[in-house]
């Protein structure tokens, strides 16, 4: 089972002038290969519900909120992103869920490998069972 504590919040390099860098390998602890966004998301909706099986994602909130609720199999945890200047690191084998959105989220998503459908879980009795 994965451990659920290796997802955490990380701290985007922020230069005062509201400049944030982000570097393959230094800032986003993975080499980055794709990189896609998602928006005009409504309140009620439910993002994700899937695992990866070797992706590692980097998630950002360039505007507005939303909440990210990852899952081990075993224990939950919740994440609140609001501000551009952190990114939520997702580590593969942890279920993810994101809902919750404000009316104006913009969430980015920085990407370890190319889309690959043969890498999603996205069934969550098929998770459980790996």
């Given at each position: 089972?994965?451990?659920?504590?290796?997802?955490?919040?990380?701290?985007?390099?922020?230069?005062?002038?509201?400049?944030?860098?982000l570097?393959?390998?230094?800032?986003?602890?993975?080499?980055?290969?794709?990189?896609?966004?998602?928006?005009?998301?409504?309140?009620?909706?439910?993002?994700?519900a899937?695992?990866?099986?070797?992706?590692?994602?980097?998630?950002?909130?360039?505007?507005?909120?939303?909440?990210?609720?990852?899952?081990?199999?075993?224990?939950?945890?919740?994440?609140?992103?609001?501000?551009?200047?952190?990114?939520?690191?997702?580590?593969?084998?942890?279920?993810?869920?994101?809902?919750?959105?404000?009316?104006?989220?913009?969430?980015?998503?920085?990407?370890?490998?190319?889309?690959?459908?043969?890498?999603?879980?996205?069934?969550?009795?098929?998770?459980?069972?790996?």
């Open positions: 089972m994965r451990d659920i504590d290796n997802s955490l919040l990380i701290e985007l390099s922020n230069f005062s002038d509201g400049v944030i860098r570097e393959n390998k230094k800032d986003i602890p993975f080499e980055m290969k794709r990189i896609y966004y998602l928006y005009e998301l409504s309140t009620g909706q439910i993002r994700g899937h695992a990866h099986k070797k992706l590692q994602q980097l998630m950002i909130a360039l505007k507005g909120s939303f909440d990210v609720i990852l899952d081990n199999g075993e224990k939950k945890k919740v994440f609140h992103l609001d501000h551009a200047g952190y990114g939520l690191l997702i580590e593969p084998g942890i279920w993810h869920e994101m809902k919750n959105f404000s009316f104006d989220t913009v969430c980015l998503i920085l990407a370890s490998m190319k889309y690959n459908e043969n890498d999603y879980i996205r069934d969550y009795r098929e998770f459980l069972n790996m």
